[in-house]
T-cell receptor, first 118, second 111 residues
Framework: SAVISQKPSRDICQRGTSLTIQCQVD?????MFWYRQQPGQSLTLIAT?????????ESGFVIDKFPISRPNLTFSTLTVSNMSPEDSSIYLC???????????????FGQGTRLTVV | KQEVTQIPAALSVPEGENLVLNCSFT??????LQWFRQDPGKGLTSLLL?????REQTSGRLNASLDKSSGRSTLYIAASQPGDSATYLC??????????FGGGTRVLVKP
């Protein structure tokens, strides 16, 4: 399995500001993803973080609002920009494809970042 | 579009009883199915992974089955304990490496 360190674990932010969340994995992984979990809801995929190129966003999510970086095979960041109270959620980093595994790879999640926007 | 449903949404049982959690899906073209546990305000812990070609997986008190023809998976937890109280999520992986999650079943095991 993979050990995923996600920072910060929680934060309270003012509306209109931005927050960058970091995801560090203890081994190289093929795939990294960012999910959002709104209060009382299940998880929704925001985007796939691609190493060395622009992230692939799901319908309803845009790069200007959720810029993502992935400079290497073990690290990614998600920024929540120009925040509003509606952005209050848990944001989760997920990885799959340890040691070059393919589509059958098990997915692992970080502990999440609990964001409250006031 | 894949739709994943988990019923019931919440479940309360006395300690020692077996738990049966259901997950149904609409598109059988999947690569695998994964069951997760989530404690309040926390991330997800992977419990079991079933590949598309498999019918079941077991780990300790946990057993998960997969029936693609009927679009169903069931997670069994034997001899439940208060520490099993959490939300359980199933997720399916299909084309594009994307996971589609069910809404979860919130479990309370009473001492």
């Amino acid at each position: 399995s993979a050990v995923i360190s996600q920072k910060p674990s929680r934060d309270i932010c003012q509306r209109g500001t931005s927050l960058t969340i970091q995801c560090q994995v203890d081994s190289q992984v093929t795939m990294m993803f960012w999910y959002r979990q709104q209060p009382g809801q299940s998880l929704t995929l925001i985007a796939t973080a691609n190493q060395g190129s622009e992230a692939t966003y799901e319908s309803g999510f845009v790069i200007d609002k959720f810029p993502i970086s992935r400079p290497n095979l073990t690290f990614s960041t998600l920024t929540v920009s120009n925040m509003s109270p509606e952005d209050s959620s848990i944001y989760l980093c997920s990885v799959a494809g340890l040691a070059g595994q393919g589509i059958e790879a098990e997915a692992f999640f970080g502990q999440g970042t609990r964001l409250t926007v006031v | 579009k894949q739709e994943v449903t988990q019923i019931p949404a919440a479940l309360s049982v006395p300690e020692g009883e077996n738990l049966v959690l259901n997950c149904s899906f609409t598109d059988s073209a999947i690569y695998n199915l994964q069951w997760f546990r989530q404690d309040p305000g926390k991330g997800l812990t992977s419990l079991l992974l079933i590949q598309s070609s498999q019918r079941e997986q077991t780990s300790g008190r946990l057993n998960a089955s997969l029936d693609k023809s009927s679009g169903r998976s069931t997670l069994y937890i034997a001899a439940s304990q208060p520490g099993d109280s959490a939300t359980y999520l199933c997720a399916l992986k299909a084309a594009g490496n994307k996971l589609t999650f069910g809404g979860g079943t919130r479990v309370l095991v009473k001492p």
